[in-house]
């Protein structure tokens, strides 16, 4: 079947709904905010998942306060929603010291920057979200923040500017990125420790249900925490997010207690399946599968087939469907790999395959 970019997008939109509306987004929302600040761990030993980083990070904040000193700047790198905030304000409380929370986006000037560093405490966190998002000039200060703890506050324009040297009290400096590859190596290398956070494990993520069960007063039981994990996508955001959503179909449709069946039928009615796929990352397979045997596709095309924007499918849809190996991006195009046909239950056709199990670029 042919298929270009011109194709009706009304038909397309049946496939699948606003982007924006999905429940395993791992960007937190304002909902999200509020419930976090109540579920989230206040120290180390609360904090569940990323063994390694939390063993090293415990001897960073153990020696500096051995020594009586500040904490290294700390970069934690990774997807949304894996507890990098979480962590910062975890090291806040293990040194004893405030925090302050910015984001890279909200400092646009190095006045910015130098008017949050001028107000700092002695010991005080700096935690600074995507932080490869801040500006040139603020990041060139940064440097200078970080290594010497001092800024030169520029007065005046042209030949008669001055620099003013500014001392700051020793501070630490705790980053937070999506985009590691973003950050210039001058600022990467000026932190003491760097972590990248992972993806979590369905054993994990069912010890961060059991565990925000609790606190909401959930009644939840182990085969309920291994269905909602399941489907939670490695991302205790989305976990909580889906137990809030089947905490309410368990007290409308049954007496309020999670079991699997429960668990399965609430997220059926949300439209999350066993993979924890939604209808944007089915729509985007079925039209890969249905309206281009399988591919190769170009991203384009692709995205009109869905009625989304080709950014959509790229940076929204796309991750979690290679991460889960039913999608694959090579030079051709985008193509469906045997998982996802078996995924929606669906047989190849003939001519995608040839005698050797491989993709027959013939179609012989």
Known sequence: MNWDDTTDATAAERLVGPAEERLVDSVADREDQAVEAALRPKDLDEFIGQEKVREQLDLVLRAARARGATADHVLLSGAPGLGKTTLSMIIAAEMGAPIRITSGPAIQHAGDLAAILSSLQEGE??????IHRMSRPAEEMLYMAMEDFRVDVIVGKGPGATAIPLELPPFTLVGATTRAGLLPPP???RFGFTAHMEFYE????????HRSASLLDVE?????AAEIAG?????PRIANRLLRRVRDYAQVKADGVIIREIA??????????????????????????KLFGGGPVGLSTLAVAVGEER??????????????????????????TPAAWAHLGLTPPRQATGGNGQQDLFGA
């Open 125 to 130: 966190v700096l935690f600074l979200d995507e």
């Open 187 to 189: 600022l990467r290398d």
């Open 202 to 209: 369905p054993a994990e993520l069912e010890r961060v249900i």
């Open 220 to 224: 939840i039981d182990p085969d309920g």
């Open 231 to 235: 489907r939670s996508r490695g991302t």
């Open 264 to 289: 399965a039928a609430a997220l059926q009615v949300y439209e999350v399946d066993a993979r924890g796929l939604d209808r944007l990352d089915r729509g985007v397979l079925e039209a890969l599968l």
């Open 311 to 336: 950014e959509t499918v790229e940076e929204v849809a796309e991750p979690f469907l290679v991460r889960e190996g039913l999608l694959a991006r090579t030079p051709r195009g985008r193509v469906a």
